[in-house]
Protein backbone atom coordinates (compact mmCIF):
# COMPACT_ATOMS: atom_id res chain seq x y z
CA UNK A 1 0.00 0.00 0.00
CA UNK A 2 1.26 3.55 -0.91
CA UNK A 3 0.74 5.89 1.91
CA UNK A 4 0.11 9.93 1.50
CA UNK A 5 0.09 12.07 4.63
CA UNK A 6 -0.79 15.57 4.95
CA UNK A 7 -2.43 18.06 7.24
CA UNK A 8 0.30 19.69 9.11
CA UNK A 9 1.37 23.17 9.74
CA UNK A 10 2.79 25.83 12.49
CA UNK A 11 0.73 26.10 15.67
CA UNK A 12 0.57 27.49 18.98
CA UNK A 13 0.76 25.61 22.35
CA UNK A 14 -2.59 24.53 23.01
CA UNK A 15 -4.16 24.94 19.67
CA UNK A 16 -5.30 21.55 17.62
CA UNK A 17 -4.39 19.92 14.17
CA UNK A 18 -6.00 16.78 12.43
CA UNK A 19 -3.89 15.02 10.14
CA UNK A 20 -4.88 12.86 7.18
CA UNK A 21 -3.01 9.46 5.86
CA UNK A 22 -4.60 8.51 2.44
CA UNK A 23 -3.67 5.05 1.14
CA UNK A 24 -3.87 3.50 -2.61
CA UNK A 25 -4.82 0.08 -3.48
CA UNK A 26 -7.65 -2.01 -2.71
CA UNK A 27 -6.18 -3.51 0.53
CA UNK A 28 -6.11 -0.84 2.80
CA UNK A 29 -8.72 -2.07 5.54
CA UNK A 30 -6.46 -5.24 5.90
CA UNK A 31 -3.74 -3.42 7.26
CA UNK A 32 -2.98 -1.92 10.69
CA UNK A 33 -2.69 1.63 10.64
CA UNK A 34 -0.13 3.48 13.04
CA UNK A 35 1.66 7.32 13.02
CA UNK A 36 5.00 7.86 14.34
CA UNK A 37 6.88 10.76 15.02
CA UNK A 38 10.82 11.78 14.70
CA UNK A 39 12.21 14.97 16.57
CA UNK A 40 15.10 16.38 14.77
CA UNK A 41 18.25 14.44 16.73
CA UNK A 42 15.95 11.99 17.90
CA UNK A 43 14.91 8.22 16.98
CA UNK A 44 11.28 7.82 15.30
CA UNK A 45 8.92 7.08 18.18
CA UNK A 46 5.82 5.17 18.23
CA UNK A 47 2.89 7.81 18.10
CA UNK A 48 -0.65 6.03 17.88
CA UNK A 49 -2.01 3.04 15.84
CA UNK A 50 -5.31 1.29 15.22
CA UNK A 51 -6.44 -1.67 14.53
CA UNK A 52 -8.05 -3.21 11.53
CA UNK A 53 -11.70 -1.81 11.52
CA UNK A 54 -10.48 0.30 14.57
CA UNK A 55 -11.72 -2.58 16.89
CA UNK A 56 -8.43 -1.87 18.90
CA UNK A 57 -6.26 1.25 19.71
CA UNK A 58 -2.86 1.78 21.22
CA UNK A 59 -1.46 5.70 22.06
CA UNK A 60 2.20 6.02 23.45
CA UNK A 61 2.19 7.62 27.33
CA UNK A 62 2.98 11.05 26.10
CA UNK A 63 0.35 11.77 24.11
CA UNK A 64 -3.01 9.50 25.49
CA UNK A 65 -5.88 11.91 26.51
CA UNK A 66 -4.70 14.19 23.57
CA UNK A 67 -4.42 12.51 20.51
CA UNK A 68 -7.20 10.64 18.82
CA UNK A 69 -6.96 8.16 15.82
CA UNK A 70 -9.54 6.89 13.28
CA UNK A 71 -10.00 5.50 10.31
CA UNK A 72 -12.41 5.27 7.63
CA UNK A 73 -11.75 2.22 5.56
CA UNK A 74 -14.05 3.13 3.00
CA UNK A 75 -12.59 6.45 2.37
CA UNK A 76 -9.24 4.31 2.74
CA UNK A 77 -7.77 6.85 5.45
CA UNK A 78 -6.12 7.25 8.58
CA UNK A 79 -6.77 10.31 11.29
CA UNK A 80 -4.78 11.28 14.02
CA UNK A 81 -6.43 14.60 15.81
CA UNK A 82 -4.43 16.30 18.14
CA UNK A 83 -5.50 18.48 20.68
CA UNK A 84 -3.55 20.58 23.77
CA UNK A 85 -0.84 20.58 21.39
CA UNK A 86 2.80 20.81 22.91
CA UNK A 87 6.39 22.70 21.82
CA UNK A 88 7.85 18.96 22.79
CA UNK A 89 4.96 17.56 19.83
CA UNK A 90 6.92 19.29 17.27
CA UNK A 91 8.43 17.08 14.63
CA UNK A 92 7.63 15.01 11.62
CA UNK A 93 4.45 12.98 11.42
CA UNK A 94 4.95 9.60 9.68
CA UNK A 95 2.61 7.15 8.78
CA UNK A 96 2.36 3.34 8.12
CA UNK A 97 0.91 -0.01 7.79
CA UNK A 98 1.54 -2.75 9.06
CA UNK A 99 -0.40 -6.48 9.03
CA UNK A 100 0.58 -7.54 12.40
CA UNK A 101 -0.84 -6.17 15.61
CA UNK A 102 2.90 -5.47 17.11
CA UNK A 103 1.93 -1.42 16.70
CA UNK A 104 4.76 0.32 18.81
CA UNK A 105 8.25 -0.91 16.89
CA UNK A 106 8.56 0.24 13.92
CA UNK A 107 9.90 -2.35 12.12
CA UNK A 108 7.13 -4.11 11.95
CA UNK A 109 5.23 -1.84 9.60
CA UNK A 110 6.00 -2.45 6.12
CA UNK A 111 4.82 0.87 4.63
CA UNK A 112 5.54 4.72 5.32
CA UNK A 113 4.13 7.52 4.41
CA UNK A 114 6.71 10.77 3.17
CA UNK A 115 5.83 12.76 6.60
CA UNK A 116 4.23 15.52 7.20
CA UNK A 117 5.32 18.73 9.62
CA UNK A 118 3.85 19.80 12.26
CA UNK A 119 5.52 22.32 14.64
CA UNK A 120 3.94 23.99 18.30
CA UNK A 121 5.45 27.26 18.67
CA UNK A 122 5.83 28.50 22.74
Known amino acids: VQLQASGGGLVQTGGSLRLSCTGSGRTFSSYVMGWFRQAPGREREFVAA????????AYADSVKGRFTISRDDAKKTVYLEMNNLKPEDTAIYYCAASTTWVVRSSTDYESWGQGTQVTVSS
Open 50 to 57: VAWSGVST
